[in-house]
C-alpha cells in the first residue's frame, strides 16, 4: 500500500447537533456539525412535526391559474381573419 495517501482518522470527533446534543463518533474530519440527530428526529422522540406541504400545493396552483389567465388573454387579443383574408387564402389554395 502507499504511504501517506490516507486521510487522518479521528478516534474521537466530536458531532454537534443543533439541538444541543454532542457525541463522539470515529470520522475523517475532526467536528461534524449536523441539523438532526436522534435525540430530536421525530421518529425517535414520537413527536409529530408539520411539514407545510400546503404550501407547495397553494403556488403550484396559483402557476397553473395565471397559465390559464395568460393563455385567456391571448385567445382575446388574437386578430380574427377578416373576410377579405379568408377569400384571399381560399384562391391561393
Same mark, same amino acid.
Given at each position: 500500500?502507499? +504511504?501517506?495517501?490516507h486521510? +487522518? $482518522? $479521528?478516534?474521537?470527533?466530536? %458531532?454537534?447537533?443543533?439541538c444541543? /446534543?454532542?457525541?463522539? %463518533?470515529?470520522?475523517t474530519? *475532526?467536528?461534524? +456539525?449536523?441539523? %438532526?440527530c &436522534?435525540?430530536?428526529?421525530p421518529?425517535?422522540?414520537? =413527536? #409529530?412535526?408539520? %411539514?407545510d406541504?400546503a404550501?407547495?400545493? #397553494?403556488?403550484? !396552483? =396559483?402557476r397553473?391559474?395565471?397559465?390559464? !389567465?395568460?393563455l385567456?388573454?391571448?385567445?382575446?387579443q388574437?386578430k380574427? *381573419?377578416s &373576410?377579405? #383574408?379568408?377569400?384571399?387564402r381560399n384562391? /391561393?389554395?
Amino acid at each position: 500500500m502507499k +504511504k501517506e495517501i490516507h486521510p +487522518k $482518522y $479521528y478516534k474521537q470527533a466530536e %458531532v454537534i447537533c443543533t439541538c444541543g /446534543n454532542r457525541f463522539f %463518533v470515529g470520522s475523517t474530519k *475532526p467536528i461534524l +456539525k449536523i441539523e %438532526v440527530c &436522534s435525540r430530536c428526529h421525530p421518529h425517535f422522540t414520537g =413527536a #409529530d412535526k408539520i %411539514v407545510d406541504k400546503a404550501g407547495r400545493i #397553494d403556488k403550484f !396552483q =396559483a402557476r397553473i391559474l395565471k397559465h390559464e !389567465q395568460i393563455l385567456q388573454t391571448l385567445k382575446t387579443q388574437r386578430k380574427k *381573419p377578416s &373576410s377579405k #383574408d379568408e377569400s384571399t387564402r381560399n384562391r /391561393n389554395t
